[in-house]
């Protein structure tokens, strides 16, 4: 079964607010997260505050368990267009941008653990 697709743009409608439904987008994939509102173990304010956004950073940052990233599955959507699978992945190849004299391996380590950066 083929998932619908969805811009970043028609994501964002879907903010909360009018009582519009609200949606999140995890990993590309787009997920209907308004029933789990008043469900989620962080409050429903941590998902109001990803409303019709990208959610992939705050969700990988609070380092969700297995059964939380089961739980997401159960409310995709559908998954984002193309073109914007590839304006995020632009995005995240920012924050990789060598700095002069600074060598790949010890750039990677430091994404690691924050201590090999100097």
Same mark, same amino acid.
């Given at each position: 079964? /083929?998932?619908?697709?969805?811009?970043?743009? $028609?994501?964002?409608?879907?903010?909360? @607010? #009018?009582? &519009? @439904? %609200?949606? %999140?987008?995890?990993? #590309?994939?787009?997920?209907?997260? @308004?029933?789990?509102?008043?469900?989620?173990?962080? =409050?429903?304010?941590?998902? $109001? &505050?990803?409303?019709?956004? #990208?959610? @992939?950073?705050?969700? &990988? /940052?609070? =380092?969700?368990?297995? #059964?939380?990233?089961? %739980?997401?599955?159960?409310?995709?959507?559908?998954?984002?267009? &193309?073109?914007?699978?590839?304006?995020?992945?632009?995005?995240?190849?920012?924050?990789?941008?060598?700095?002069?004299?600074?060598?790949?391996?010890?750039?990677?380590?430091?994404?690691?653990?924050?201590?090999?950066?100097?």
């Amino acid at each position: 079964m /083929e998932l619908v697709k969805y811009s970043l743009k $028609e994501v964002a409608k879907h903010n909360g @607010t #009018d009582g &519009e @439904t %609200i949606w %999140i987008v995890v990993h #590309d994939m787009v997920y209907d997260v @308004t029933n789990y509102m008043d469900k989620h173990p962080g =409050g429903r304010e941590l998902l $109001e &505050e990803y409303a019709g956004q #990208d959610a @992939t950073r705050g969700f &990988e /940052e609070t =380092g969700h368990s297995s #059964d939380a990233k089961r %739980i997401l599955k159960s409310f995709i959507v559908g998954e984002l267009v &193309e073109e914007d699978k590839m304006n995020n992945r632009k995005k995240k190849d920012v924050n990789f941008v060598n700095v002069k004299g600074t060598s790949d391996r010890r750039r990677f380590l430091s994404v690691l653990c924050f201590k090999c950066a100097s």
